[in-house]
């Protein structure tokens, strides 16, 4: 709802629009407030805070409060971060910041600690495991490959439609690959699974729940994100990625128990020669 407002606040009445900022400036208020009282709030009539909330899509007053309400109670600083355009620096900090915060804690708690462990089990297990993104999701991949290699697994990051589509007709069964999505919807990525399934691989997705990346997947990550910053760029989905790419690492590390531990050291220790001494 706040993103909404935030979206049609530049084609609004003036009136309107002075509505629509102190909505966005004191969102909790609202819900306790008549109609009345947030016209003169505003400062502006009645019927200007009706055709406010129509220009939203709602039907009235008390529909709007009812949207803003059910919005602000599945995240309660919601409503704080939307950002506009009249947000100064510090404010669209805050507003990042705490996006991601609340994004990542919402994300923590949904995760299902059984489909964490299936996911583990199988890139352990993997002769190969491959991470495939496009876009921002590519970056994630890229990342994700980083860290899991340190992690003495082969492993390679794709996200060229041509070359992951030749990778998954490549696999062994058994082979893993991690398939990253924001959308869950990308024709593409949705391909490359299909091919890799039917050759006996393994796809472990990180999607929106309900999405066709999760349905198709042999272990679905569910990961559901509200972006409500989306205007200007999607921040928070993929950092809540990268947040579960480390999951899995912190899990896989685990599985392999001190030998890894010993690896990882002389990596540390060869990779201080690289670096200038103070």
């Known amino acids: 709802m706040t993103q909404k407002i935030s979206?049609?606040?530049l084609t609004m009445r003036k009136s309107e629009r002075k509505v629509a900022e102190f909505v966005l400036g004191h969102p909790a208020d609202i819900i306790h407030m008549r109609i009345v009282d947030l016209a003169k709030r505003a400062e502006v009539s009645e019927p200007t805070v009706v055709r406010f909330c129509r220009a939203i899509g709602c039907e009235g007053f008390q529909d709007f409060k009812?949207?803003?309400a059910q919005q602000l109670a599945a995240s309660p600083s919601f409503g704080q971060i939307a950002v506009t355009d009249e947000d100064t620096v510090a404010d669209y900090?805050?507003?990042v910041f705490d996006s991601t915060v609340d994004t990542?804690?919402?994300?923590?708690?949904s995760l299902n600690p059984e489909i964490l462990d299936r996911a583990v089990t199988?890139?352990?297990?993997?002769n190969r495991v491959e991470f495939f993104g496009f876009g921002a999701?590519?970056?994630?991949a890229a990342d994700a490959q980083h860290k899991f290699f340190r992690l003495q697994l082969a492993t390679a990051a794709y996200s060229d439609h041509h070359i992951q589509?030749?990778?998954?007709?490549s696999m062994q069964p058994g082979d893993v690959v991690v398939a990253i999505s924001q959308s869950g919807r990308t024709e593409a990525l949705i391909n490359a699974i299909e091919v890799v399934r039917s050759v006996g691989g393994v796809v472990i997705a990180i999607a929106p729940s309900g999405s066709p990346v999760i349905q198709?997947?042999?272990?679905p990550i569910e990961v559901d994100v509200e972006e409500d910053i989306e205007i200007y760029t999607p921040l928070s989905s993929r950092i809540a990625h990268l947040v579960v790419i480390d999951v899995l690492a912190i899990g896989v590390a685990k599985h392999k128990g001190p030998k890894l531990h010993d690896h990882l050291f002389r990596l540390k220790q060869g990779l201080r020669k690289l670096r200038v001494q103070n």
Do not use: Q, Y
């Open 7 to 9: 979206d049609a606040i």
């Open 66 to 68: 009812l949207n803003l």
């Open 93 to 95: 900090s805050h507003k």
């Open 104 to 109: 990542l804690l919402k994300v923590r708690d």
């Open 122 to 126: 199988a890139l352990c297990n993997a």
């Open 137 to 140: 999701s590519g970056a994630v």
């Open 165 to 169: 589509h030749m990778s998954a007709m």
């Open 216 to 219: 198709k997947a042999s272990i």
